[in-house]
């Protein structure tokens, strides 16, 4: 039987860092796309395993490969399946990906899970999001065990992280950013009238900020009213439907949008209706939806001051100091934690390998004892015993180097030696030797 060459990780994606968000919003896969996607993904040619993570600030995809013709460290094309697959041929979308393999991707994913690779440092729901779309991909059949040992893994460096440091501390996400960037303006939000569009996660932590911060008014619209009703029982507020919000004859002074809307719901003539109501007073929006719910030309209009993800960027940089000391206690930790991973998973790989090794000697060992043996009748049976006693020892300490530096190699990344060392014992290279017919069939080693 043939040793599989070592399973690799290649993951590609791009971010609010590398990405802006007319771009980001355009890679955006909305929760029912998200099955058909990681199908698509496990169809490319080498792919074993898959695992799509869609946020806000981030589409990603990271999976575990073998390539047929040999270069399996190379792997499928990512970047021509996201332009075909999203229509992107025409925009220079490969500058704004990268693309990290085996112990970087590795290392990567462990920085995402722990928030050091988010908008806003620290932030918790990304390792809630990691776990969504691992269960995702789970319920397609796309997580093997190499992604469920990288994966888990990767929850319990998470957990470590948040326990050990305090990165977490005083936790801030994409939501209370901005609602400090409204604070920031209005000063102070007794007595503004704010309202929410939109009912999920970031919208409920936008509220329990708000309310901390002096809020007392909160209008909440989503297109299902019985969220909207949970959320303004829970803060005190008031659901009004989703429609009414186009038709308010007295539109809030702070509006924040998260719907899941795969369009702008707000645009330009909807504002600029809202001013007029409003006497020209000015109205703040915080748009952190992505994509964006509010048509960017809003901007144009006197009076109407529009944040999105990419404004909150400089918002979130500041007073991180703490967390950035901590952030660097949490970068050793998953720097040594991906080097003990990979060293883990390479000395799991090498099994098969040393296996074939031994296979391949005692192979040859058996086959000489068979070609001398009637040189060997006149021996005892002691003296016997003795010969292939001998052989045995041989064996083991010819095999003891180059298994010690197979290890090696394998456990510092080593590929060229260790496929040196897998062809001096290919056996396709040692035919002039007879196979004895009473051998069990070796293992091949490729």
């Known amino acids: 039987a043939q040793v599989q060459p070592p399973m690799n990780f290649l993951l590609t994606g791009l971010n609010h860092k590398t990405a802006p968000v007319d771009l980001r919003e ?34 990603e995809i990271l999976i575990a490969h073998r390539d047929s ?41 462990f920085r995402v899970a722990c928030s050091l690779d988010s908008l806003v440092l620290g932030e918790p729901q ?39 440091t305090e990165i977490g501390s005083s936790p801030v996400s994409i939501s209370t ?64 439907e989703f429609d009414s919000v186009f038709a308010m004859q007295d539109p809030p002074d702070i509006l924040i949008t998260s719907t899941g809307s795969q369009k702008p719901i707000l645009s330009a003539d909807h504002i600029q209706q809202f001013l007029i109501r409003r006497r020209r007073k000015p109205i703040l929006m915080i748009d952190i939806a992505v994509p964006r719910d509010v048509e960017p030309e809003v901007n144009r209009l006197e009076g109407a001051f529009l944040y999105d993800m990419d404004d909150l960027q400089s918002v979130a940089n500041s007073n991180l100091v703490d967390r950035k000391r901590q952030a660097e206690v949490a970068e050793e930790m998953v720097a040594a934690e991906a080097i003990h991973f990979e060293q883990r998973r390479r000395a799991l790989e090498i099994g098969p390998l040393i296996a074939g090794m031994r296979h391949t000697i005692e192979h040859l060992c058996q086959a000489e004892m068979k070609r001398v043996s009637p040189r060997l009748q006149s021996l005892t049976k002691d003296q016997e015993a003795a010969v292939k006693m001998l052989a045995r020892g041989l064996t083991n300490k010819f095999l003891h180097l180059p298994m010690h530096a197979l290890r090696n190699a ?16 290919d056996p396709t290279g040692l035919r002039e030797f007879p196979p004895a017919e009473d051998s069990c069939p070796h293992t091949g080693i490729r």
């Open 26 to 59: 355009r890679l955006s896969i909305p929760e029912g796309e998200l099955a058909s996607v990681t199908e698509e993904v496990m169809a490319l040619p080498g792919v074993q395993e898959a695992m799509i993570l869609s946020t806000c600030n981030r589409v």
């Open 69 to 109: 013709a040999g270069q399996e460290d190379v792997g499928p094309d990512l970047s021509e399946y996201l332009e075909q697959r999203f229509g992107l041929a025409d925009t220079p979308l490969r500058d704004h990906l990268y693309h990290h393999r085996e112990v970087e991707a590795v290392q990567h994913l």
């Open 126 to 164: 990304i390792l809630g999001q990691a776990k969504s779309a691992y269960n995702a991909a789970k319920e397609q059949g796309a997580v093997g065990s190499n992604l469920e040992g990288l994966l888990q893994d990767t929850f319990a460096l998470a957990k470590k992280v948040r326990t050990e």
């Open 177 to 240: 950013v901005a609602v400090d960037l409204a604070r920031r303006i209005f000063g102070d939000l007794d007595g503004k009238r704010v309202m929410l569009v939109g009912a999920g996660k970031m919208s409920e932590l936008a509220a329990r900020h708000l309310a901390h911060h002096g809020a007392e008014r909160i209008l909440f619209a989503n297109r299902t009213f019985s969220r909207a009703e949970s959320l303004a029982q829970k803060f005190g507020g008031r659901a009004i």
């Open 410 to 425: 394998a456990q510092s990344g080593d590929v060229d030696a260790v496929r040196a060392i897998q062809a001096a014992f």
